[in-house]
């Protein structure tokens, strides 16, 4: 029996490996005929010349029609979630928007125009006491979380500031950590904590212990957040350098994480020495410094000071001694170490 097959139809047969749709039907001589058709499944294009008891074999077959009987709830929260996904390619500032921070300028820039340009994230932020380095370090964890670069998030701070930071997480930036001490170790006996958590807020001095660093080796994060950083700094006496626990605590952080971010205050402290300790105990580094000036004021030309490198762009080439602190309280300026 001859099967008349017209565009738009759907055939299947020995011919093809899969039902296929046909696009466009055409005479070939007197005998027969040439079909171009694409199949359902692998999309794959078909151009066969058939005969007519080819054509014969074929069987028309129905398509199956699109069925709305699906759960709505399900369908719209698919929907958000591929819209949220790939929100941050359309909106250059989409962890504001989802955040329930009114950012400052200075944050923007050290967030937007230099940490999240860089492939390897390992930056030192190093800002004045209240000028929301907490609100920095939030809003590049929602752009690297919406980005799909951070799963396993690690925040170390002072003792004293564990809850301030777990709080200001969940009320600006709806994340959600777990604070990991003593109490919570021992009460997870036989686990390893650092594994099974994947946003955890521990403190400093705590993770230090030589117990709690030989079970968080055993555990990888992408993203590590050390507060007050300049606590775990290395110091030189001649020729003999001085490695803390804190330090060697830095070290052991630097190798089980992709980005790391330095937040602190004071940075220098006049001394140089174990502010480059830092660049070297990351494989690789930047340096983002910015003293928070008053906004509403121009920026200021250059001061004679030792350093030179003071410019109306706020960019120092190449880190100097005399860079430890800022010249005049009022003019913003970062450092940062050339590629030499």
């Known amino acids: 029996m001859l099967v008349a097959i017209e565009a738009g139809a759907v055939v299947s047969g ?20 040439k079909i ?33 009987t699906g759960n709505p709830e399900h369908v719209f929260l698919f929907l958000e979630g591929m819209r949220i996904r790939n929100a941050f390619q359309f909106d250059p500032l989409y962890g504001i928007s989802v955040s329930r921070v009114d950012p400052l300028p200075h944050q923007i820039e050290a967030v937007y125009h230099h940490i999240l ?3 390897t994230i390992r930056f030192l932020l190093a800002d004045d006491p209240g000028a ?18 951070v799963g396993r998030v690690l925040i170390i701070t002072p003792g004293h500031l564990k809850d301030q930071w777990l709080r200001e997480m969940k009320e600006r930036f709806q994340e959600n950590f777990l604070v990991v001490d003593r109490g919570v170790m021992n009460a997870s006996w036989g686990q390893n904590v650092w594994t099974e958590h994947h946003q955890v807020i521990t403190s400093l001095d705590f993770a230090k212990q030589d ?5 968080l080796k055993d555990s990888s994060w992408d993203l590590v957040i050390v507060d007050e950083a ?13 490695k803390t626990a804190r330090y060697q605590f830095g070290e052991l952080i630097s190798r089980i994480t992709k980005y790391l971010l330095f937040l602190t205050a004071t940075p220098h402290r006049g001394d140089r020495r174990p502010w480059r300790s830092w660049g070297r105990r990351s494989r690789s580094w930047r340096n983002w410094c910015s003293w928070r000036a008053r906004w ?10 030792a350093c030179g490198r003071l410019s109306r762009t706020k960019t120092c080439a190449r880190p100097a001694p005399s860079c430890s602190s800022s010249p005049n309280p009022g003019t913003p300026w970062s450092t940062r170490p050339s590629a030499g």
């Open 14 to 33: 020995s011919i093809f490996p899969e039902p296929v749709k046909v696009l466009v039907v055409r005479p070939v001589g007197s005998s027969r005929i």
């Open 36 to 68: 171009e058709a694409v199949g359902l499944n692998s999309r794959r294009y078909y151009d066969p010349v058939l005969s007519y008891d080819e054509l014969a074999g074929l069987v028309r077959s129905r398509e199956h029609a699109l069925e709305f």
């Open 117 to 119: 340009k860089n492939p």
């Open 132 to 149: 929301g380095k907490t609100i920095m370090a939030g809003l590049l964890l929602k752009e690297l979380k919406y980005r799909g670069l």
């Open 211 to 215: 117990d709690v660093m030989f079970a």
């Open 230 to 242: 300049h606590k775990m700094a290395a110091y030189r006496y001649g020729e003999k350098v001085t």
């Open 296 to 305: 509403k004021e121009k920026r200021l030309k250059p001061s004679s000071t």
